[in-house]
């Protein structure tokens, strides 16, 4: 096997880890990041509201 294939069988393997040992969070956090509650949370303006790392109008 080369490489390559060797590198691309542990980057598939370590993939699938991440995705059968994902925790839940469970109570709060989906609760708030349920589209609704965000919706509720923020009078329909989520999409409005700049946070850090997601900026939603460039200053001019």
Known sequence: MSRAARLFSLLQALRRLDEVSR??????????????????????????????GRTVAQAV
Do not use: K, N
């Open 23 to 52: 925790v839940p969070l469970g109570y709060p956090h989906e609760l708030l990041a349920a589209d609704e509650q965000r919706a509720i949370m923020t009078g329909h303006r989520w999409d409005r509201i700049d946070f850090r």
